[in-house]
């Protein structure tokens, strides 16, 4: 017999509108931070694993784009994102939100799953997670439940296998029971990644996520939506980010008045860097650069 005789692993794809906590959630059940948050929709730009560890069990979370409708190049490549992560999976789980009504694009999130599934006993390897209890009061909660389950029933049938999770990823209410339900799920399989890992989002790309997070909670709502950062020069300890914009009015948002904003946001990203690191920011306009295919390739979206 192998070692990994009776083991369980799969890949559980995390999808969801924009804004309804899925990057929070993945966080969460892995336990530690894998994937940056804010308030702002379409914070999360690629697919980003998680990895959680159990004994003689794995599960690799994908946190997915927001699925919606797009306005942009960038934004149709998101969905595309989400249609591929979609393609092969052992688990999908579908993020609502408790806050609001199910609506069409809650509903277009669930085809999706289902499609990913396919009918009959594989809507078991489905689960739908009814996220962000700290904010909805118990009769919203129930009323999005029993919206949730008509919308199951209106597309797969009144005998629908899928259960529902409420839970609040900020808090961690509910989340251990869903982890519990999706581990077993897991089909037998080898473990992916060796017990130290927990995600396998390259260094360069965490780092630019991390500037571009610190941006959107240093800025907030003045920050323009068509921002993005890369690593451009890695030098230990010198690291150099490059922050694209689309105007030079964005520019001088990103910057602030004497370079305040910029300074804010570097030593928020050093606290979360090794001690000793230099970190310079740069911020370049670049016009329409969601609207061009080859920009979005050069940032890797």
């Not at 799969?10 to 906590?21: H, I, L």
């Not at 990913?116 to 594989?122: E, N, W």
Request: glycine fraction near 8%.
């Amino acid at each position: 017999m192998g070692e990994d005789q009776g083991f369980r692993s799969g890949f559980v794809t995390v999808v969801g509108r924009p804004n309804v906590g899925k990057s929070t959630l993945v966080n969460r059940l892995v336990g530690s931070k894998v994937s940056i948050t804010s308030p702002r929709p379409n914070t999360t730009r690629r697919p980003v694993r998680g990895v959680l560890h159990r004994p003689g069990r794995q599960a690799v979370f994908v946190d997915t784009p927001g699925l919606h409708r797009p306005r942009s190049a960038l934004g149709a490549r998101l969905n595309e994102h989400v249609a591929e992560s979609l393609e092969d999976l052992d688990v999908v789980v579908a993020v609502l939100d408790a806050t609001g009504d199910v609506g069409p694009g809650d509903r277009l999130v669930l085809a999706r799953s289902l499609a990913a599934v396919g009918d009959g006993r594989g809507q078991e390897r489905m689960l739908v997670v009814l996220n962000k209890l700290d904010r909805a009061r118990p009769a919203e909660v129930l009323a999005r439940l029993a919206q949730a389950d008509q919308a199951l029933r209106d597309l797969a049938g009144s005998g629908h296998r899928v259960e529902l999770y409420p839970v609040s990823a900020r808090s961690g209410r509910g989340v251990a029971e869903l982890a519990e339900a999706i581990v077993a799920r897991l089909p037998e399989g080898p473990p992916y990644y060796p017990p130290e890992v927990l995600t396998d989002l390259p260094e360069e790309v965490r780092v630019a996520e991390l500037v571009r997070e610190q941006l959107l909670a240093v800025v907030e709502d003045e920050l323009p939506h068509a921002i993005a950062c890369r690593l451009v020069e890695w030098d230990w300890p010198r690291l150099r980010v490059e922050i694209l914009v689309e105007r030079p009015s964005q520019k001088a948002i990103v910057i602030g008045r004497g370079g305040a904003v910029l300074r804010r946001v570097g030593e928020r990203v050093r606290r979360q860097l090794p001690p000793g690191c230099y970190l310079e920011l740069h911020v370049v306009v670049e016009p329409r650069w969601q609207q061009r295919p080859d920009a979005i390739e050069r940032l890797g979206y």
